[in-house]
Nanobody, 125 residues
Framework: VQLQASGGGLVQAGGSLRLSCADSGRTFSTTAMGWFRQAPGKEREFVSIISGSGLSTYYGDSVKGRFTVSRDNAKNAMYLQMNNLKPEDTAVYYC???????????????????WGQGTLVTVSS
C-alpha cells in the first residue's frame, strides 16, 4: 500500500486548493478513505471520509460546507477540494485508507490502516 498526497501550498485566506491522494499497490475502490490534518502542536484532526463507491461522505464540523471530498476509482485517486480557506486551516494534510468500507465512526486516526505522507497547506491572512 502506497498513498501519496500532493497539492499543498501557500494560499491567501478566502482562496482555494485541491489536494490529491494517489494510491498504488492495492485494490483502490473497495474501501473507505479519509483526510486528516495536523497543525503544529495539535493532535491529528479528522477532515473527511469517503466510501469506496464515493456515494457516501462525512465531514468534520470545522470544514463542513467549505471542503468537498471525491474520488476517481479509475484513476486510483482521491481529492479534497478546499474552498474559502482560513488561516486556521493551516496544517499538514494526510490521506489515509481503511481496510474496510465503513465510513462511520471512522473519525479518529486509529480507525485507519494505511497512511500517506503529508502535504503542507499554509493559509495566510
Amino acid at each position: 500500500v502506497q498513498l501519496q498526497a500532493s497539492g499543498g501550498g501557500l494560499v491567501q485566506a478566502g482562496g482555494s486548493l485541491r489536494l490529491s491522494c494517489a494510491d498504488s499497490g492495492r485494490t483502490f475502490s473497495t474501501t473507505a478513505m479519509g483526510w486528516f490534518r495536523q497543525a503544529p502542536g495539535k493532535e491529528r484532526e479528522f477532515v473527511s471520509i469517503i466510501s469506496g463507491s464515493g456515494l457516501s461522505t462525512y465531514y468534520g464540523d470545522s470544514v463542513k460546507g467549505r471542503f468537498t471530498v471525491s474520488r476517481d476509482n479509475a484513476k486510483n485517486a482521491m481529492y479534497l477540494q478546499m474552498n474559502n480557506l482560513k488561516p486556521e486551516d493551516t496544517a499538514v494534510y494526510y490521506c489515509a485508507a481503511r481496510a474496510r468500507d465503513i465510513i462511520l465512526p471512522a473519525t479518529t486516526p486509529d480507525h485507519y490502516d494505511f497512511w500517506g505522507q503529508g502535504t503542507l497547506v499554509t493559509v495566510s491572512s
